[in-house]
């Protein structure tokens, strides 16, 4: 399948300018990192005009990220990845996936002209059962491609490679894997469900519980979350302000944002400790400080202090926060490119 503007591989001799990319392809967001030239970062949305007439109103044959968010009602929207996973069961939702990754390559390569290497992080849920919607994806325009589990590009990237555990706290879900000094395997990585969708659900359900005449919606309360989100003691109250009977008011919602905050937090601390804990035990300790936290729900106020306290229950206990959570997953792919053995690659 071809997507209008994908950018097409350097076909036979003429190859141009080699270049490798960093891809981290999320649910909520997607960014890509290129060997040279700027990064570029994507909300994970696809769009195409629902008919003619939003066809004619806006111009354009498929829209992406925040433009399609907000053009939503004249089109049909489509979020590639779910719960980590890519939603491939339509044409249209593989089309999206195409669309978005062959998005992401234009950023990079506008004329199609370069030979491109491609590693693509992505949630470790997806990633056995994701590789054939990717590799389809990128064929076109990929000729050297490696998929990788999105926490271990982290730990990659960060220059974490042994005795350490990366706690990727994305959208669709929260990917943990221990480093040790080798590619880490499947006995390495876990993914528990309540990750960043979980809050905005919990949060939107709290408030349309105490406000059932308000029309708050999803996205809303998304922005309120990554604006003002906190576990534990709150710095300050957090008032926000949304309709009720189609007039704005102001509301405190700190305690339903606290608690939305909050829930992810049991299947945090379960996961932490569980797979440390089926670690040889004498590096144990060594792991449990040596814990990272990245994606944008490691921006959530309080959060490694919290992980931290729970932790050192066990023994002693590190918890610290990657400086950079939007591009970590697309730098630490590309660092991998940049590194990798050519057995390693898959020619497309
Ligand atoms: N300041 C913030 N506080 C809390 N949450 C935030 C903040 N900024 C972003 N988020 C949340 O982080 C999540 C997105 O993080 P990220 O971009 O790492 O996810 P993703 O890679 O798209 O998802 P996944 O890894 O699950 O596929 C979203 O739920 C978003 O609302
Ligand atoms: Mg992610």
Redesign the pocket.
């Given at each position: 399948m071809t997507v209008k503007g994908k950018p097409k591989k350097a076909s036979g001799g003429s190859k141009g300018e080699s270049l490798n990319v960093g891809i981290?392809l999320?649910?909520?967001?997607?960014a890509i990192a290129p060997s040279k030239g700027s990064r570029h970062l994507v909300d994970?949305y696809v769009g195409w005009p629902k008919d003619f007439v939003s066809a004619r109103v806006l111009g354009k044959p498929v829209l992406f990220g925040a433009e399609a968010l907000e053009h939503r009602l004249s089109l049909d929207l489509y979020r590639p990845?779910q719960h980590?996973v890519i939603k491939e069961t339509t044409d249209r939702e593989q089309e999206a996936v195409d669309a978005l990754i062959g998005h992401l390559l234009e950023t990079v390569d506008p004329e199609g002209k370069k030979s491109l290497r491609a590693v693509v992080g992505v949630?470790a849920q997806a990633l056995t059962q994701s590789k054939l919607a990717i590799r389809n994806a990128v064929s076109d325009s990929v000729d050297a491609l490696m998929i990788v589990s999105?926490p271990f590009a982290v730990a990659y990237g960060q220059g974490f490679l042994d005795n350490a555990m990366v706690v990727?706290?994305?959208?669709?879900?929260v990917?943990f894997c221990i480093m040790h000094g080798t590619v880490p395997n499947d006995e390495d990585q876990r993914t528990s469900l309540k990750?960043?969708?979980h809050i905005?659900e919990e949060l939107l359900e709290a408030l349309t519980d105490r406000y059932p005449e308000s029309s708050i919606n999803i996205n809303m309360v998304?922005e309120f979350?990554?604006r003002w989100?906190f576990v534990g003691k709150p710095e300050r109250r957090v008032q926000v302000e949304f309709p009720i009977d189609g007039k704005m008011v102001t509301h405190d919602i700190t305690d339903e944002l606290g608690r939305a905050c909050e829930s992810i937090l049991p299947a945090l601390y379960e996961h932490t400790a569980e797979l440390i804990a089926k670690f040889d035990p004498q590096f144990q300790d060594a792991i449990r400080q040596n814990i990272i936290l990245a994606?944008?729900?490691s921006?959530?106020r309080g959060l490694a202090e919290h992980l931290e306290k729970a932790m050192t229950e066990y023994g002693p206990a590190k918890v610290t926060t990657v400086s950079d959570?939007?591009y970590a997953?697309a730098d630490g792919a590309l660092a991998l490119a940049k590194d990798m053995p050519a057995e390693y690659w898959e020619e497309l």
């Open positions: 981290d999320g649910t909520s967001r997607s994970s990845l980590g949630p999105e990727d706290i994305g959208a669709g879900t990917d990750a960043g969708d905005d998304r979350k990554e989100s994606g944008g729900g921006q959530i959570p939007i997953g």
